[in-house]
């Protein structure tokens, strides 16, 4: 068997990633003649047409479609081995960072992030993103380079995890409520009108399946998408929010908090990153960051 020509996987990179001949040309600097042979070369030795015309345009077949992910994570690897290592300049780097976590998590871990950011690498920039779901694609496809919240079953397989913190669900609820006072029980706890938490708008959560086992049921009132949007809610009225500890510090200023009078295990935080940042100097000192200002909040 002929050995692969390994400089074609660089050509079939481009030419998915943008879909068309001229253009990959152009990004590659070769003729259209020349890319237009590579493309056959391509052809011949996939066993597939890989573009196909349709219209004025070209198309990916679903073999091409099959190859695109791998291609791509296969050329960003080989760049890797073969690009040499510079010692990281903080003062120097000029780069942005997009971080997909949760408002509760920037607002109350945020400021001590960015000012240390600020002092060691002024010239990198954060961007904080909402994170409306569990879907490791953002990593996957590299327009998130970090993520935080609690690895599931919708985590990627091949995505890093690392442990930032633990933390535990508590009951919220505006200076002055009735429950402010007296010892809580279940009874005052599951009587009182609360705001539930979901991105899914589900009307039943974890809290609603341990109280119908000890046969009790709380009214909610209203369901959010957002623990921030919950204790606001709480803030202004006597709604009962339960929302985790650690994770809303800062947004429980000026509110009593307790702890729940019904069974729920804590949660792990974890610090989410596809494989492929493993080995870069920048990323690999943000994550270091994060980490410490998760331990020092």
Same mark, same amino acid.
């Given at each position: ?9 660089v050509?079939?990179?481009?030419l998915?990633?943008?879909?068309? =001949?001229?253009?990959a ?22 066993g597939?047409?890989l ?6 345009g ?10 695109r992910?791998?291609?791509?994570r296969?050329?960003?690897e ?5 690009r040499?290592?510079e010692?990281l300049?903080?003062?120097r780097?000029?780069?942005t960072?997009t ?6 998590f920037?607002?109350n ?6 000012a ?12 904080f993103? @909402?994170?409306?779901d ?10 998130v ?6 690895? *599931?079953?919708t985590?990627g ?7 930032l913190?633990?933390?535990?669900f ?5 200076? *002055? +409520? ?11 706890y ?14 039943? *959560?974890?809290? #609603?399946e ?13 369901i959010?998408? *957002?623990f921030?949007t ?5 803030? @202004?009225? #006597?709604?009962?929010?339960a929302?985790?500890?650690? +994770?809303?510090g =800062? ?10 009078? =019904?069974?729920?295990?804590?949660i792990?935080?974890s610090?989410?990153? +596809?494989?492929?940042?493993?080995? #870069?100097?920048?990323h ?9 200002a998760?331990?020092?909040?």
């Amino acid at each position: 068997m002929s050995t692969p020509d390994l400089n074609l996987l660089v050509t079939l990179d481009v030419l998915l990633a943008e879909g068309s =001949v001229a253009r990959a040309a152009r990004r590659l600097r070769l003729s259209p003649s020349a890319m237009s042979r590579a493309l056959a070369r391509l052809r011949e030795t996939t066993g597939d047409p890989l573009l196909v015309r349709a219209g004025r345009g070209l198309v990916p077949t679903p073999r091409a479609l099959e190859l695109r992910e791998r291609v791509g994570r296969i050329v960003e690897e080989g760049q890797a081995v073969l690009r040499p290592v510079e010692a990281l300049d903080l003062k120097r780097l000029d780069r942005t960072f997009t971080l997909r976590t949760s408002e509760g998590f920037v607002e109350n871990f945020g400021p001590d992030l960015i000012a240390r950011i600020g002092e060691e690498a002024p010239g990198v920039r954060l961007c904080f993103v @909402a994170k409306p779901d569990r879907d490791s694609a953002p990593l996957r496809d590299g327009t998130v380079d970090l993520e935080t919240g609690v690895v *599931g079953k919708t985590t990627g397989p091949e995505v890093r995890a690392q442990a930032l913190f633990r933390d535990r669900f508590v009951g919220v609820v505006r200076a *002055g +409520h009735p429950l402010c006072q007296g010892e809580m029980t279940l009874s005052r706890y599951a009587a009182g009108r609360h705001v539930s938490v979901s991105r899914r708008g589900l009307e039943k *959560g974890p809290i #609603d399946e341990a109280l119908d086992l000890l046969g009790l049921e709380r009214q909610i009132v209203t369901i959010v998408g *957002g623990f921030s949007t919950a204790l606001a809610l709480a803030r @202004a009225s #006597d709604l009962i929010a339960a929302v985790p500890e650690r +994770h809303t510090g =800062v947004l429980r200023a000026g509110m009593h908090s307790f702890p729940l009078p =019904v069974s729920m295990p804590d949660i792990t935080v974890s610090l989410l990153w +596809h494989p492929r940042m493993d080995a #870069d100097p920048a990323h690999r000192w943000l994550r270091g960051c994060l980490r410490d200002a998760c331990a020092a909040t």
